[in-house]
């Protein structure tokens, strides 16, 4: 009876039903593996329950373990050079052997102006020994992942019980924890290195150069590991009043606890001592005369890897915390009979409180030093109500109008924060013939920002970003935004379902929407994150600097530069190398309409002794048109890079006779562009299925096996000459290629 309303309802609402209870055990056991080669994948279910007169129980347990995914394992993610693909050359000058920067005269950037010579242990350079004009590169896909390794493991708890004849009460909990580890890449840096360091060699005279420099032959490989935990409890109970009435009342708790740490991350004081740049300092562990200076000008892999423990002793900690309380009460039952049916009422109310909490810690410096502490909460208060009215039906149906049914609903919220908030919804069902169902909605709807967007850490991380045919030293500012406002929309959906008696087993069904945002809430330049610098699209977002001819722009990124919230993941970079600072904080954007179709048919016939059943969905989306700003101009998105794509499609065909199940699919995802409207072709694959089910009788007796095989032809992703140096679009295509695995279920 209920839709999404008020809070939930811009995003959308997936309601999914958990068993409430289950009689005897059943056990799962499932192997699966890339054909290809990596990840291997296993899981291990275990279900428990019982039922008895007026109540039951279920207890499940599952552990699923993936292992991780190299990016050597697949040649389209081995390598950022991809031109062998049809490709760029994506790699970095951030590179071992490193490359002497200078000022291009021009531009005042900095560039690539002497490369340092490998196959040398940097001790006996002369100027003459650099090669002036020549590049190093790195592969910065070098021993990263394309997947992480994560173990999940859930369970979950429900149980039921009649209190008499009138009342049921409730109470379930859900627990689950994933814990993954990533590799990441190699820390890169431009390093500042003069006199003060024993190694010192200017090709060009000057009395300090600038070093581009990747430490990938110096420092083990960084880690990106940590935990994602939920906890979910209720407990409620559920009454009938009489006279077709029902009232249900609970009270909930959720929590959501996410830590993450970081390891290998350069420790700046540090390297500025193993260069030479400042001072022995004693709050450290590291000592220059005790263990030696850093070479940035060998070009030898492993010289300075007894100084990696010291450099790369740097490490973040973030741990981020989410609970909501909730108590909720409503009633619903018929309110008065029309010739139609009986009109019927639901009435509701919802307290909650909103919680957040998040601390930032980082070590690059001589001790840990923690950059933010949030503790945050809100109170919202919320009503509801809908009434459902049956106009026509099959007390008063007649040729044409089957049956005639109106649905009026609304919902007012209350924040502290943001005032109150009411959003209608309408909704008609027109049933033409028995079998056919027409049916129309319009809805206003809201969506005030979470505690985390209103205030997330701040957080300003280096980077190298593309613009031309080059990358520059970007600065990248994230974090929440405590002037949001709240999102609204409104929608209009239009559809019909099919079931006609002449073709028993058919089913069709479409609903077209037509959805307009306000003020929608987002980090507008992560959707091309890595082509900010040249999407026209985000230009608002780019503040384009040159520190090296203006005093401004110096003392604009100087002043970032100092703030706590400067992350050392990306390395270390000198004020007068960034070209850019980005913008990627929460931010509300001006507008954005949503246009598109849904269809969905089915099919199932017996043919002989044999049921066949036939399926096919699709998704096709006319219209995704964004402003960012209310001064941009409206850019249409549909079928571009990092939002919707036109057209989407699983078709589906199952053969069953007696025990054994045959299966097949065909996806099928439309080619897009990307944001310099490039083509990356479209994304055919095929699965397959067999299960067999064991006799009911004997000691096979409730045995399954099931075969499942994805992408048949083991079809790579389209290729994608991704800036991030991998040859596909990660948002949409599968790295993984054919899996195969096994299933083995056992009920006892």
Not at 155 to 167: D, M, N, P
Not at 686 to 704: I, K, N, T
Request: aromatic letters at 8%; proline letters at 7%.
């Amino acid at each position: 009876m209920w839709g999404p309303y008020g809070s939930d309802a811009v995003a959308g609402v997936v309601n999914i039903i958990l068993r409430r209870d289950f009689d005897g055990a059943e056990t799962r056991l499932l192997g699966g593996v890339g054909t290809a080669g990596e990840p291997a994948e296993v899981q291990l279910s275990q279900t428990l329950g019982r039922r008895w007169p007026g109540g039951g129980f279920i207890l499940s347990y599952e552990l699923r373990r993936r292992e991780n995914l190299p990016s050597s394992a697949r040649s389209y993610a081995a390598d950022a050079d991809l031109r062998a693909l049809g490709g760029s050359d994506q790699r970095i000058p951030q590179a071992f052997p490193g490359n002497v920067l200078v000022t291009d005269p021009t531009t005042g950037a900095l560039t690539p102006g002497f490369a340092i010579p490998g196959g040398q242990d940097g001790t006996h350079l002369s100027p003459g020994d650099f090669a002036a004009g020549a590049v190093n590169f790195q592969n910065q896909r070098q021993g990263v992942d394309i997947l992480p390794k994560q173990t999940l493991n859930s369970v979950y708890l429900a149980a039921h019980q009649a209190v008499g004849a009138r009342l049921e009460l409730t109470a379930d909990a859900r627990f689950s924890q994933r814990r993954y580890r990533n590799r990441q890449p190699a820390p890169t840096g431009t390093l500042t290195v003069g006199r003060g360091n024993p190694y010192f060699v200017s090709p060009n005279g000057a009395a300090s150069n600038r070093i581009a420099y990747s430490f990938a032959n110096d420092l083990p490989t960084p880690l990106a590991y940590g935990t994602a935990e939920t906890l979910a409890l209720s407990i409620g109970a559920d009454a009938r009043l009489g006279r077709g009435w029902r009232a249900q009342g609970y009270a909930a708790f959720a929590q959501g606890i996410e830590e993450a740490r970081g390891g290998g991350i350069l420790n700046s004081i540090i390297l500025n001592e193993a260069l030479g740049n400042t001072p022995d300092n004693p709050a450290t562990a590291y000592s220059p005369a005790a263990d030696g200076y850093f070479n940035p000008f060998s070009g030898l892999p492993g010289a300075n890897a007894a100084l990696g423990g010291y450099i790369g002793s740097g490490f973040a900690f973030a741990r981020g915390r989410d609970r909501v309380t909730s108590a909720n009460l409503q009633a619903d039952g018929p309110l008065l009979s029309l010739p139609g049916g009986a009109v019927k009422l639901a009435l509701g109310v919802q307290a909650r409180r909103e919680a957040f909490q998040r601390r930032n810690t980082v070590y690059v410096t001589a001790a840990p030093m923690e950059i933010s502490h949030l503790d945050l909460s809100r109170t919202v208060g919320a009503a509801f109500g809908e009434l459902q009215v049956p106009i026509v039906g099959p007390g008063n149906a007649r040729p044409g109008l089957a049956r005639l049914e109106v649905s009026l609903s609304g919902r007012v919220e209350h924040y502290e924060s943001f005032g109150t908030t009411a959003n209608p919804k309408v909704g008609v069902l027109w049933s033409p013939a028995d079998g056919l169902n027409l049916r129309a909605t319009y809805g206003r709807a809201f969506r005030a920002p979470n505690l985390r967007e209103v205030a997330d850490p701040e957080s300003y991380t280096p980077g190298l970003l593309a613009y031309g045919g080059g990358r520059v030293v970007t600065l990248t500012l994230s974090g929440g935004n405590p002037d949001l406002e709240p999102e609204t929309a409104r929608s209009w959906t239009l559809g019909f379902d099919l079931r006609p008696r002449g073709v028993p087993g058919l089913s069709l069904s479409a609903t077209a929407f037509d959805v307009r945002f306000r003020n929608r809430i987002g980090q507008a330049v992560s959707a091309n994150l890595a082509n900010a610098l040249q999407d026209p699209t985000l230009s608002s977002f780019v503040t384009r600097i040159s520190p090296g001819t203006s005093a401004a722009d110096l003392a604009l990124i100087q002043g970032l530069l100092a703030s706590p919230y400067v992350s050392g993941l990306a390395g270390t970079y000198p004020a007068e190398a960034y070209g850019a600072i980005v913008d990627n904080r929460y931010v509300n954007t001006a507008s954005l309409r949503v246009r598109g179709i849904d269809v969905s048919a089915a099919y199932r016939f017996a043919l002989g002794q044999d049921d066949v059943r036939l399926g096919a969905e699709a998704s096709y989306m006319a219209t995704y048109k964004q402003r960012l700003t209310p001064t941009s101009p409206v850019v249409e998105r549909v079928n571009t890079m990092n939002f919707p794509v036109r057209f989407r499609s699983r078709v589906t065909a199952d053969w069953t006779r007696g025990p054994l199940t045959l299966g097949a699919a065909f996806n099928y995802t439309v080619a897009y562009r990307d944001a310099l409207g490039v083509r990356i072709g479209d994304q055919p694959t095929f699965d397959l299925q067999a299960r067999w089910a064991g006799p009911r009788q004997g000691p096979l007796q409730g045995v399954a096996l099931l075969l499942n095989v994805r992408n048949l032809f083991d079809r790579d992703p389209p290729f994608y000459d991704n800036t991030l140096g991998i040859g596909y679009d990660g948002a949409q295509g599968d790295p993984i290629g054919r899996f195969v695995s096994l299933q083995l279920t056992r009920a006892w």
